[in-house]
């Protein structure tokens, strides 16, 4: 479904009311960032790549379809700046995540004793280090869905395939990881 009102703020950018995509810069922030550090492993490069991409959906705005959702036409820009970043810098796709960066490692979410959180976070690290072994597409479809959570249209347009194609990447993804993460 189209979201009118993003729709409604694009036409105002466009018609010269620059300040007012200050709108779409803040509903994306972080979903951005998020999706960012989670294929890079790195906060700056996250900073960064969040910031180009704003920077080139404004830049761009002119070509953006607005019978479209928007969200999915910027996350696919964020998926290209992420996926030139790792291409012209291999070597960051092999570095770990943090571990305080994940929501099930912060210590005060658990209402368990320090035993079941050393189990959790040990779950955490484990499920990360598959996540870092995956080959890219499996491992941007699981978190465009997992983390982000879009619908499998959605995925399917940020990573320009078909929706049936990102239903497959989501299952193959999932059955992968299980098999990464029995193989631990």
Not at 15 to 43: H, M, W
Not at 151 to 156: G, V
Not at 165 to 183: H, Q
Request: with cysteine; charged share 35%; hydrophobic share 40%.
């Amino acid at each position: 479904m189209i979201d009118r009102e993003e729709i409604a703020v694009v036409s105002r950018v466009l018609e010269g009311e620059r300040d007012a995509f200050a709108f779409l810069v803040d509903r994306y922030k972080g979903p951005i960032f998020n999706l960012a550090y989670r294929l890079t492993g790195s906060y700056e490069d996250a900073r960064d790549l969040a910031q180009e991409t704003f920077l080139r959906a404004y830049g761009n705005l002119g070509r953006f379809d607005r019978k479209k959702k928007f969200f999915t036409w910027l996350y696919t820009i964020a998926l290209n700046l992420i996926r030139n970043h790792r291409k012209k810098n291999s070597c960051l796709s092999r570095h770990g995540l943090d571990g305080e960066t994940v929501s099930a490692a912060e210590p005060g979410r658990y209402d368990g004793d320090s035993e079941q959180r050393m189990i959790d976070a040990e779950r955490v690290r484990m499920m990360e280090r598959a996540m870092e072994r995956m080959p890219h597409d499996f491992r941007e479809a699981l978190l465009l869905r997992f983390h982000q959570g879009l619908s499998f249209e959605d995925i399917a347009a940020v990573l320009e395939i078909s929706p049936s194609g990102a239903k497959m990447r989501v299952y193959r993804g999932v059955e992968l990881l299980r098999e990464l993460i029995d193989g631990e």
